[in-house]
């Protein structure tokens, strides 16, 4: 069965970085897109980043722009989130998820049919 298993979370001084994976198994994560989204205390959890692993194209929120990264390692199955620079609003509960189809980093809240169980990011002022 689908499985999306992230880690990595912590705490974190401002400026700082913290890589994030994911851990897929039970699809083809060549053929899929991974959303990466972010549940900040008290508001709606917001899709930040996606990556198409069918082409490798990427797709940034503009207040992540410059400081995350996202890739693949196809041999690991995981998908990374690099964060740099964090910042205190950075702050929240990160999810990866996917979809049964490829949505090309389309897919929204509502859209998603697979979601890890997140992991806490906090960062410090």
């Known amino acids: 069965q689908v499985q999306l298993m992230e880690s990595g979370g912590g705490l974190v001084q401002s400026g700082g970085s913290l890589r994030l994976s994911c851990a897929t198994s039970?699809?083809?994560?060549?053929?899929?897109?991974i959303t990466w989204f972010r549940q900040a205390p008290g508001k709606e959890r917001e899709g930040i980043l996606c990556?198409?692993?069918?082409?490798?194209?990427?797709y940034y929120r503009d207040s992540v722009k410059g400081r995350f990264t996202v890739s693949t390692d196809s041999a690991l199955k995981t998908v990374y989130l690099e964060m740099n620079s964090l910042r205190p609003e950075d702050t929240g509960v990160y999810y990866c998820a996917t979809e049964d189809i490829n949505s090309n980093c389309e897919a929204t809240y509502s859209d998603i049919d697979y979601w890890g169980q997140g992991t806490q990011v906090t960062v410090s002022s």
């Open positions: 990556i198409n692993n069918r082409d490798g194209s990427t």
């Open positions: 039970g699809f083809s994560l060549d053929a899929s897109d």
